[in-house]
């Protein structure tokens, strides 16, 4: 069974650039979440998204955004990239949040 | 107060000792709660999940839940030096869809052969 895959690996941008990142889910996986992960604030969340419909959002800018597809991949956007925005972003699947995630393997953004 | 406490650590434990992983919730109404552990330079892995007070076993691995305490414990058991990786304790809020869990900064562990 595949499990949850992010893309890209790794991304160095400049600030004021935006960026997408991708993320395909566990098959049959409808529920998608994604968190922002930094030494300073830990595992920070952003947003999931069931069935295509945003469903939990964190407190995060308007700057950062998200959607899903009906195969159930999602992409998360960043616009006008800032420093602080230097994080590991992971991408977690589920079937139901309350069974627990399964994460991928992240995708490292630096901004420089 | 942060949602969701976990000891600063680092813990260190001999090799076959028991090591306690602690957390504190602060929403008395939340629901689910779960173990992950995360490895250097990788992902958080799903360890262990609980729902109701009492102990959960499974393997080496044993998590407590104290709801009325709002405590969270994992204990392993014949600790061993794979077992080096931060413990991260994570909590699924009341009146929710659930998913969107609340984690704590994590319990650094290592295990000394």
């Known amino acids: 069974k595949a499990g949850v895959t992010q893309t890209p690996r790794y991304l160095i941008k400049t600030r004021g650039q935006q960026v997408t990142l991708s993320c395909s889910p566990i098959s049959g996986h409808r529920s998608v979440s994604w968190y922002q992960q930094t030494p300073g604030q830990g595992l920070q969340f952003l947003f999931e998204?069931?069935?295509?419909?945003?469903?939990n959002k964190g407190n995060f800018p308007g700057r950062f955004s998200g959607r899903q597809f009906s195969n159930s991949r999602s992409e998360m956007n960043v616009s006008t990239l800032e420093l602080g925005d230097s994080a590991l972003y992971l991408c977690?699947?589920?079937?139901?949040?309350?069974?627990?995630?399964?994460f991928g393997s992240g995708t490292r953004l630096t901004v420089v | 107060q942060k949602e969701v406490e976990q000891n600063s650590g680092p813990l260190s434990v001999p090799e076959g000792a028991i090591a306690s992983l602690n957390c504190t919730y602060s929403?008395?109404?939340?629901?689910?709660f779960f173990w992950y552990r995360q490895y250097s330079g990788k992902s958080p892995e799903l360890i262990m999940s609980?729902?109701?007070?009492g102990d959960k076993e499974d393997g080496r691995f044993t998590a407590q839940l104290n709801k009325a305490s709002q405590y969270v414990s994992l204990l392993i058991r014949d600790s061993q030096p794979s077992d080096s990786a931060t413990y991260l304790c994570a909590v699924n809020p009341r009146d929710t869809n659930a998913g969107k869990s609340t984690f704590g900064d994590g319990t650094t562990l290592t295990v000394k052969p």
């Open positions: 998204y069931f069935s295509e419909t945003q469903r």
């Open positions: 609980i729902y109701s007070n």
């Open positions: 977690a699947s589920s079937s139901s949040g309350d069974y627990g995630y399964t």
């Open positions: 929403d008395r109404g939340s629901q689910s």
